[in-house]
């Protein structure tokens, strides 16, 4: 089976690509690198000791994915590609308007047009929202409070209707929870070089010396110790949920969602002190004010996925944090 993933040389992406082509999936590559580096495609070979093909372009371009589509016979596609900055949508709302609504409705056409109707879609547990009880089910209301989100769901609305009007489409919608870690090789990982807006990626700067000190924003949320809760998940395990997703999407022609999580939340608190723990390395940090936004507690019931995927998370908060410190103090 050929795969197509875009964004494929991305944090998520390419810990996906690792997983199919351990799994003998053969896999094509799309990414702009606009957040990506290309050395990250050797990266996966040597990773993997497999070879594949590797395609620099933007999914926006229409021209450029029907040259893909020729040259290759596609059975599905995984769709990263995207922008992800929460923060940055708000001030440049259009940006991500147009790059992840445009990216999505192409790739679509395209692939409508070579009968490809096969994709599992990266989607967030941000369409939540703030949700009114917890752990959150897919079941529960949708709704966003930024246009990073807003673009989320309006893709998810986008394939419910798409599905409704050709029952030929099989489509997985995954939401992750919050992904950190990286692969054990320290070869590939996430390592922003912008001062990082996510915790885990913050806290591996401050234990490598690039930043000086954490600030935990708010201690005075409706949690175990004041500080947010949230439900992280190692990258491989999230990685390895895509593997089950596309076996799910080659087998059957529905539409469905499901949470990738593993269902327990961690606060920033219990992180920091994990981090510092299991790596032996010391965080400064202090604690300031709420930021503007954020809920006390998010975390995920990931039984649907267990019970229709056959997928759960297995690894745990000390590896997440192991191999998180792994890959930078090796990527500085
Ligand atoms: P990432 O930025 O590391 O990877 C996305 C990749 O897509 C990058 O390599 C980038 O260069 C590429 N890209 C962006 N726009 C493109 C375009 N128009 N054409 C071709 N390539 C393009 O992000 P990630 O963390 O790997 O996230 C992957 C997907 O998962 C995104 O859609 C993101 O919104 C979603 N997601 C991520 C998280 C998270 O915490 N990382 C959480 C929920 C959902
Ligand atoms: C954020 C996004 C969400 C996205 C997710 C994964 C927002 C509002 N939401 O979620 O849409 O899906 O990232 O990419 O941005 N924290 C600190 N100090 C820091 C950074 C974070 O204390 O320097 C705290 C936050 O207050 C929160 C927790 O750490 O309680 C996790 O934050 P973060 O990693 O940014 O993820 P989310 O806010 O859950």
Request: hydrophobic fraction near 35%; proline fraction near 3%; charge should be neutral.
């Amino acid at each position: 089976m050929n795969i197509l993933v875009t964004g494929g040389t991305g944090y998520i992406g390419s810990h996906t690509c690792v997983e199919l082509l351990n799994s003998n999936y053969n896999v094509i590559v799309i990414d702009n690198l606009s957040n990506s580096k290309i050395d990250v495609v050797d990266k996966i070979k040597k990773i993997t000791n497999k070879d594949f093909k590797f395609y620099e372009g933007d999914c926006c371009n229409k021209e450029f994915l029907n040259k893909v589509f020729t040259e290759n016979q596609i059975d599905a596609v995984i769709h990263f590609a995207g922008f992800k900055a929460v923060g940055e949508s708000v001030l440049k709302p259009l940006k991500y308007y147009r790059n992840n609504l445009d990216s999505t409705i192409s790739l679509l056409e395209v692939m409508n047009s070579f009968n490809v109707k096969k994709l599992v879609f990266s989607s967030s547990a941000t369409v939540y929202g703030k949700p009114e009880s917890l752990p959150i089910k897919e079941n529960f209301p949708l709704s966003t409070t930024n246009p990073y989100g807003s673009t989320k769901l309006m893709i998810e609305d986008i394939l419910r209707d798409l599905h409704k009007s050709d029952n030929d489409w099989s489509i997985a919608i995954l939401r992750y929870f919050n992904p950190i870690g990286a692969h054990k090789s320290g070869l590939i990982g996430e390592n922003p070089n912008d001062i990082p807006n996510n915790l885990m990626p913050y806290i591996v700067k401050v234990a490598t010396g690039q930043l000086d000190e954490l600030s935990i924003f708010g201690n005075d949320y409706d949690t175990v110790d004041g500080t947010g809760v949230r439900d992280y998940i190692h990258v491989v395990d999230l990685a390895k949920g895509h593997i089950k997703a596309i076996e799910k999407v080659l087998k059957e022609n529905t539409i469905d969602s499901y949470n990738l999580g593993t269902g327990n939340g961690y606060s920033v608190l219990e992180l920091v002190k994990t981090f510092i723990k299991v790596n032996n390395v010391d965080v400064k940090y202090k604690i300031t004010k709420r930021r503007p936004g954020d809920i006390d507690a998010c975390y995920a019931d990931p039984s649907y996925a267990k019970e229709k995927l056959n997928w759960e998370a297995s690894l745990t908060i000390d590896e997440m944090c192991r191999d998180a410190y792994n890959y930078v103090k090796k990527n500085k």
